[in-house]
Structure formats: C-alpha cells, structure tokens
C-alpha cells in the first residue's frame, strides 16, 4: 500500500481575538498525490491562506490548531520545531502572494537562496551561488550572473516572483504550495508565472497545491479543484468534473463570476450576492445558505456533511445542483 | 559630490548659529574675564582697563565676527587666563572625550542589541518585561547618580577599578582603558535604554514581514531570523538616535568628566565657563558643532550600508 504524500485529517485553526475566536480553517480533510496539483479555490477569508500555513505549521502564537497534517508518513503537528525546520525547504515549501514584501530587502538574491542551501544541503559558501545562478537561469530570469548579487528593489514584481520560486525550488521539495503567486502581479505576467511553476512541478515531480481565487488560474493548470467557503472544503472534484458537473451553488456561483469570450458585450457580470459569513458567529446551518438562492429551511439549520458522491466528486450541499439546474 | 556639499552647507549653518548663541549667551552673563585677570583685589579702574586693551565694550556682532576670522584663517586664538593656545588645548583633550564618548556608545550598543533582540523575539513576554524594568530603572536614574553609585560599589567597596584619574595610552591599553570603565558605564547605562526601546519598536514590526514569514518557511532558525534577517532592517531608527545621542552625551561627559577627574574637553569648558575665557568656550563649542555634525554625517554613510536601497537613491544624486 502507498500513503498519500500528503494527508490533512480534520485541521481546525482558530485564532483568539478580542472578539472571539474566529474560526479560519473549520474542519478540512483532503490527500494529495506525489507529482498532482490541487487547486484551492475560494473568496478572501475563506480560510486559503491559514490552511496553507497549517499545514506549514507556520502559525502565530494565538493561533490554536488540531487535527493531524502527515507528509510522507510523519505527522507533522506532533513534531518539533526544530524537526519541522529540517523539514522546510526540502521536503515542504511555499511561494507568497506578494513578491514585493516576501524578499529581504536588505540582502542580495544570492544570499537569500544560497543560505537555503548552504543550511539544508551542507553547500559550501561557493558551491551554493554557483547553484543559486543556475536556479535563477531555470526560472528564467536573464542574466544571473548579474542578478545574484543584486538586491531586490533592482527587480520586477515578475522577476521578484522568480526568484521566489527559484528560492522555494532550491531543495527540491516534495511539495510547493503556491499561495497567490500571481494575485500581486500584472496579467501579462500572471501566465509566465503560472507556466513556470507548472514546468517546475513537471519536471521535479513536486506536488503542489495553488492556492487562488480566480477559478480561470485553476482551469487546465490543476489535477484537482478544492473549493472552500468559510473554512471548509465545499466542494472537491477532478477540474474537469468539477467545471462540467458543478453540484455545489457556490461553486457555480464562482463560475458564474468568471467573464467570457463569447459573452455577448455589455453584459451585466454575474457576482455574488451578501457578503462572506463571520468566522466569529458562523450561520447554524450551511455557512453559505444566506447567499444560496436555492436555501430552504434545512439549509439554514443543519450543515451539509462533505460526502463523496463517486469517482471523488465530494460536495457538502443538501440541495446539490444536477446538470439540467446548472443550465 | 552634490551629496558632500549639501553636508558642507548643514556644518556651516550648524557652526554659526551655535557659536554665535554662545557668543551671546556669555555676554550676557554677569562678570567678564577682565575681573579674573585683574585679580581678587584690584581696583575698578584696573579692570577696566584690561577691558579697554582686549575690546570688550565693542558691539558683540564685531567682536564676534573677528572671533569668527581669526577660525576661519585658522587661528583659534589663545586663553586669557593661562595664555593656552585654544587649539593646543582642544588637541590634547579632545582624544580624551572622544575615548570616553565611544566607549559609553559602545557600552550603550552592546547592550541595547541583544536586549532589544530578546526583547522583540517575544513582546510581552517574561524576558520582555524584566528588560522592560531594567531599562527604566536605568533611564530614571541620572548619570551623576550611576556614577556616584558606581564609584561606591566598585571602587570603594570593591576596590576594582578607580574612583578618579586618567592615563595616556602611551602607558599602555590596559591601564588606559581601567580609569575610564566606570565614566563609560555612567553614560552608557543612560544612553542603551532609548537605543533598545527604538530597536525593539523597529524589530516587533519588522518580525511581522513576509520576507520574515518567508525566513521561516525556508526552515531559517530562529537566531539566524533575528540577527541576519531582521536587525539590520530594524536598526535605521536606531542608527539615527545614535547620531542624535552625541550632541546628550556631550552634555553629559561634561558631568561626568567632572566627577570622575578626567581631562577632557568638559572640564575644560567648565574652567573656562567659570572665568568667562570666552576665547576657550567658543572653542570648545566650535569642537562640539564639529563633532555633532560628523557624527551626523557617518551615520548618514552607515544608512547606505544598512540599506541597499538608499545607496541607489544617493548615486542618482
């Protein structure tokens, strides 16, 4: 039997506040496959980004998490910091949204790769900037030699996000979780980006998971869809089923939001009705229900289990849309 | 070399208008140096007319102004009452402030970084506040105070080090370096709690960063975080305050020199200050704007080391 290279089992994570505890990740459970993509989709607050540091175990101190997160057959939340710092860099890691603020600004390219190297691999000093310029070259950003003792405020959001990801592939991890990587940058950069990380992860065999909220970056570049709503999977399909046989209202209420080519001109863009819930007081029953046109009173009182409905199709909705509904 | 002559222009408005205030300043004040030359039991007539021979009763913006051309073709002048040359005066104890002043900053920052470092690392927690409390504890505490008490327990208790005195260096570093510890600390114990509280402030945010979040997403340890990553992106304000902390420290190595019986510049200027030698005091002061505005000025190139970015900005001028 193979396990999963990743597994997240029921994680929570709350962080107490003045107001209460607001609830940013409320119960996910999900695998991934080595080499796959799963794309995680949802709104701002709907817990993307505090499920991606879960599973980092990046978490502030006022953070309080259960459940289990297992890489490669460890449980992570049961390790200590120092066993995760091992960890991080060659077996796990993450590209930002924002390269603007996710590089030090005070040190060089080089050194913000290499020391990754030197700490990780044992490099010497040498050995890890000639490996930092052939990094920098295989993400793609002209001239290396040049631009490894330069400092980032000599490079562009595009480049800065290269050198991100060459700094997050430099051990060649097993997973790479990509949080936004392209939410920051010009639309003209977005699919370079986006073309690289899947290069990388090709060419690696990394798993990654994107993290996005623009359902047309997981179109076509993902294995897997996961679309969460107020710190839970809502739904999750292969990409295909998913755009095809959307069940969740949410979901194709995204996909409602998305223009198109072939929209006529003018037409009015479909958005989502109210706003996300309030983590603190979450609705009694399903969290979307206020928004749902299709709630009735069930919804509104018990929320939906995730079930899966076959061939991993899984939706947590007590009134799932059918195709004749979607149309 | 725009850069190097806006700094030029800062020295020059800084030196006029802090000499000519002292200028004024001792002016105003009652007694001149005509009664301390005369001596205890001279006669009015006397005084006066050593005030007649040195022109005191001309305008004070023309004696000023030849006060200020004598420095400008590099005459300093001499003192009135032991006939000093000022300049000969400065040069010898000038070196002996300095000394002082560096050590008391150095004392300041070694112990402003670590504690501010601790400090941040968890705000609010144990170490946070029992540094929190050391740091006011010794702010409140005046240097004439540290010093007094410092000199009670080390010296006269102890018996460690020396209450007064100084020694060249040519007697050699050790026993150069004994007599000035305690100076040192009095100031330093002063000077390091302002630096820390700035350090600390600055730390707390920059801890906050994505590229810190990032540090630690590449397995970075938590020392490395903070002493790579994190203070010298911290440490702007704090530079800044260092430079800002010379023009206090002088004030205060005026005390400081007093009680431990050093021979630096502030005794001089006390001795001076006393028998209204105004040739010395303007010297003095001279001396201080210089060294204020300089140390202004390094910590201004030490801004171009700390951060890349402003090094860009410098070479577009």
């Known amino acids: 039997m193979s396990e999963p290279l990743l597994t997240v089992e029921n994680q929570r994570t709350a962080f107490a506040t003045g107001r209460g505890l607001v609830r940013a990740v409320d119960g996910v459970s999900f695998t991934l496959e080595r080499g796959r993509t799963l794309g995680v989709v949802g709104e701002s607050g709907s817990g993307k980004s505090v499920l991606s540091r879960s599973i980092m175990r990046l978490l502030p101190p006022n953070a309080r998490s259960s459940g289990e997160v297992r890489l490669g057959g460890r449980d992570l939340t049961a390790m200590s910091e120092k066993a995760l710092r091992a960890l991080r860099g060659p077996e796990i890691s993450i590209v930002f949204q924002d390269p603007m603020t996710s590089l030090n600004p005070v040190m060089t390219i080089g050194a913000q790769i290499g020391e990754v190297l030197t700490r990780h691999l ?27 003792d330069q400092h980032p405020h000599q490079l562009s959001g595009g480049m800065r996000q290269r050198v991100a990801i060459a700094i997050a592939i430099a051990c060649e991890p097993a997973l790479l979780i990509a949080d936004e990587p392209t939410t920051a940058l010009d639309v003209t950069v977005q699919a370079e980006i986006l073309d690289l990380l899947a290069r990388q992860q090709a060419e690696r065999n990394m798993a990654m998971i994107l993290i996005t909220h623009d359902m047309g970056v997981v179109a076509g570049r993902c294995d897997d869809v996961a679309v969460m709503y107020a710190g839970r999977i809502v739904e999750q399909a292969s990409t295909e089923d998913l755009f095809r046989d959307t069940r969740m209202p949410y979901t194709s209420a995204l996909l409602a939001s998305i223009p198109r080519l072939d929209d006529p001109p003018h037409r009015k863009l479909e958005a989502i009705a109210g706003r996300p819930p309030d983590l603190i007081h979450p609705p009694a029953g399903c969290a979307f229900s206020p928004r749902c046109r299709y709630a009735d009173d069930l919804c509104r009182s018990q929320p939906p289990a995730l079930e899966d409905a076959g061939r991993g199709h899984r939706f947590a909705c007590w009134r799932p849309m059918t195709m004749e509904a979607a149309e | ?122 705000p609010g927690g144990r170490a946070d506040r029992v540094i929190g409390t050391l740091a006011f504890a010794s702010v409140s505490m005046p240097s004439f105070m540290t010093a007094i008490l410092l000199i009670f327990f080390f010296s006269l208790h102890l018996g460690w080090l020396p209450a007064t005195g100084y020694e060249p260096l040519s007697a050699g570093l050790w026993e150069n370096l004994r007599p000035m510890i305690l100076p040192a600390l009095a100031l330093g114990l002063v000077e390091w709690t302002v630096l820390m509280r700035t350090l600390r402030a600055e730390m707390i945010g920059v801890l906050q960063e994505n590229y810190i979040a990032l540090a630690r997403a590449k397995g970075m340890s938590d020392a490395r975080i903070l002493l790579v990553h994190a203070l010298r992106p911290s440490s702007f304000s704090m530079i800044t305050l260092l430079g800002l902390q010379v023009g206090r420290l002088m004030g205060g190595s005026i005390i400081i020199e007093q009680i431990f019986g050093i021979p630096g510049i502030g005794r001089l200027l006390v001795h001076a200050v006393n028998t209204r030698d105004f040739i010395m005091i303007q010297g003095c002061v001279t001396l201080f704007a210089i060294a204020f505005v300089t140390a202004n000025f390094l910590v201004d190139i030490a801004y171009a080391w700390l951060d890349p970015r402003v090094r860009l900005e410098r070479a577009r001028g």
């Open chain 2, 1 to 122: 070399m725009r850069y190097l002559f806006r700094r030029f222009q800062r020295l020059v408005v800084v030196m006029v208008s802090v000499t000519f205030l002292t200028f004024l300043l001792v002016n105003v004040l009652p007694g001149d140096v005509a009664y301390e030359m005369a001596g205890m039991d001279s006669s009015e007539e006397e005084v006066q007319a050593i005030r007649d021979e040195l022109g005191l009763d001309r305008n004070v913006v023309l004696r000023y102004l030849d006060w200020a051309g004598g420095i400008l073709t590099g005459d300093w002048g001499a003192s009135f009452i032991n006939k000093e040359e000022v300049w000969h005066a400065l040069a010898q104890r000038f070196p002996v402030s300095l000394e002082l002043m560096l050590l008391a900053q150095l004392i300041a920052l070694s112990l402003a970084v670590p504690m501010g470092l601790i400090s941040a690392y968890r």
């Open chain 1, 122 to 148: 044992g490099m010497s000093r040498k050995a890890a900037k000639a490996r930092s310029v052939e990094l920098l070259a295989s993400v793609g950003l002209p001239q290396p030699d040049v631009r490894v």
